[in-house]
């Protein structure tokens, strides 16, 4: 258990909705990352937070967005959903940010889009 | 091509056998990941290393730098070895990008 925690852990909706997903870090860290793994891209980051603010983006599209709020959680919130869109979704937290932090991850939530 | 290449995409072993699994890049980075991820998705962070090399059990990671190329070391493996093994590094964005990972089979 890395002490990252992710809700829903499983997701399944319709094409065109809106959905939530939430990630605890673990106690005491600060940063918080979001990545998407799909079959065909593999892994691949999608964004950073540190102590609330922007850090980092990465392959997010314009229909994603995610905010990390001032008790150190996170949601990622994905619009207008597509199929292409079903992944699994891994959120990960570090002390700091920058080079020298190790990233722990929590379970991920599967997402599938029907 | 991928900034993230890994070798072999697939490797079997038998319990016992000494492992080694690549990773190249092609950019600079700043530090490099190997991850762990079981059946049923989770991820586990294995190393995290800039420079030379580090060991964790029966686990062995090495980087040179200069070569731009890291490899994962596994001593006598063992059936619950079995596993995606990821390398991952972080440029000087600090963004992680990956190699699209390595399936291991340890047969008893």
């Known amino acids: 258990d890395s002490g990252v925690t992710q809700t829903p852990k499983h997701l399944i909706t319709a094409t065109g909705q809106r959905v939530t997903l939430r990630c605890s870090p673990r106690s005491g860290d600060l940063s918080v990352y979001w990545y998407q793994q799909s079959l065909d891209q593999g892994l691949q980051f999608l964004i950073q937070y540190y102590n609330g603010e922007e850090r980092a983006k990465g392959n997010i599209l314009e229909r994603f967005s995610a905010q990390q709020f001032p008790d150190l959680h996170s949601e990622l919130n994905l619009s207008s959903l597509e199929l292409g869109d079903s992944a699994l979704y891994f959120c990960?937290?570090?002390?700091?940010?920058?080079?020298?932090?190790?990233?722990?991850f929590g379970p991920g939530t599967r997402l599938t889009v029907l | 091509k991928n900034e993230v290449e890994q070798s072999p995409q697939n490797l079997t072993a038998q319990e016992g056998e000494f492992i080694t699994i690549n990773c190249s890049y092609s950019v600079g980075i700043s530090a490099l990941h190997w991850l762990q991820q079981h059946p049923g998705g989770g991820i586990v962070s294995l190393f995290m290393?800039?420079?030379g090399k580090k060991k964790h059990g029966r686990l062995i990671a090495t980087i040179n730098i200069q070569e731009k190329h890291s490899s994962l070391h596994i001593t006598a493996s063992h059936p619950r070895d079995s596993a995606v093994y990821i390398c991952a590094v972080m440029g000087s964005n600090y963004k992680l990008t990956f190699g699209k990972g390595t399936l291991l089979t340890v047969n008893p």
């Open positions: 290393l800039s420079s």
């Open positions: 990960a937290s570090s002390v700091g940010w920058g080079d020298n932090n190790e990233q722990f």
